[in-house]
């Protein structure tokens, strides 16, 4: 890179949202972490919606702080989070409101209406996505009819347009709305048309690594960041996670860990004949034009859900329960993860001993007392099913699979790497923490380098995601 100025990550996420600044420090690429915040849905008459004044708030707090530190000015800045939910906005650009979550129960019956109007076969032929309930297109079924021509963006292609580029989807986020056709890589008409969804609400697509715009920083009392460069980069998180590995070889899997388990593997084209539909693996955009084929499992939610109902006895952490399970057995049964009463917030435990009941089987604690015993039984039930979906992933691509990269939050679980080697048979290196933010800057860099409509080369994402994986260790 010719111009050494800074660079910003923001990455939203549904348990915090960071705001990352990378400089060139003796000419090598550095990350810092400048702001982070924590992040919840919030419950309102019975719904489930986020505090978007509050994401923006904290959002604008970080940039200022990155504008403060890096003297040498800011080059480019980048946003991306978790897919599915989207603002709606008004004519003038505003928001209608704040965002629904997407475990909010209306796409349950949503859903179904849906596939009153569209058969499940032919929704999951045209899209290649699997048949979840959280995806967009239920989201905007289930919106009143008032809402219904109002345009609407991702949250992370909302954020970018907030600070001035122009309204676009990106690819890699837009391929989890299940509204774009697998083949085509464009808005599938035929769904549009068969849920009686507008398209002229949806915005146009666009390439990860896409320029959409320069940061107009004085509208929003952002001094010191006029001119920055705006990127979509692979607004999707775990996309920009899998970015994040640097690996060119065609022989690995990927967990992308942390409030959901994302398993799988990246291929040139999309999978979706007949076994990848039965067994309902997704196909997601990834850099380059390439794919995710994957699943998502139920990750480290249910632990964290436990641990809100255990607080008031005990405070458990994350590393304390990892290392309090890790000298008992492996459990008798094991859970299925998948449950979708398990997907629900609130009365974990109880769930869980639910879940155990309807299959004969014996109940475990609910007090923080028992929270050894039911973290243990969630951690091999989880390993267990990453080495279902890994040994899917094998014989639906006819793939040879020899390690499995694990990035996210999830990485730094020791007993959950440790059972997941155990149950996939492959080789486990543990990734970044921080993958998505990695990913984030591998295609600011890239694209920078050479932006078209394709949007950012693979090859030099990889290589610039290897670049500051290196500097990270020196």
Partial sequence: MSQRQAMIAIDLGAESCRVSLLRWINGRPQIELVHRHANAPVSRNGELHWDLGQITQQMDA???????????????IAADGWAVDYVRLNQDGSPVGDPFCYRDERTICSQAEVWKRIAPARLRAITGTEMSRINTLYQLYADPADLQEKPWLNLPEYVLHRLGGRAVAEYTNATHTQLVDAERRNWSAEVFAAVGLSMKAAPPLVRPGTVIGKLAGRQLNLQGLEGAVLIAPACHDTASAIAGIADSGGDWAYISSGTWSLVG?????????????????????????????????????LLRQCMTEWVTEIDWTVPELIKAAEGLPAPASLLNVDDPDLLLPGEMPAR???????????????????????????????AARYGEIVSKVAQVTGKKLRRIYIVGGGSRNTLLNKLTAAATGLEVRCGAVESATIGNFAVQLAALENSTEHGADAARVAYWAQEILTASME
């Fill in 62 to 76: 970080g940039l200022r702080k990155c504008a403060e530190i890096a003297s040498e000015g800011i080059r480019s």
């Fill in 265 to 301: 593997t990246v291929l040139p084209e999309p999978c979706n004949g007949a076994e990848a539909q039965a067994a309902d693996f997704t196909n997601l955009g990834a850099v380059g034009g390439r794919i995710c084929f994957h699943k998502n499992v139920n990750g480290m939610w």
């Fill in 352 to 382: 869980i001993n639910r879940q155990l009941a309807h299959r004969g089987l014996a109940p475990v604690g609910t007090g923080a007392e028992a929270a050894p015993e039911v973290t243990n039984l969630i951690l091999h039930s989880l």
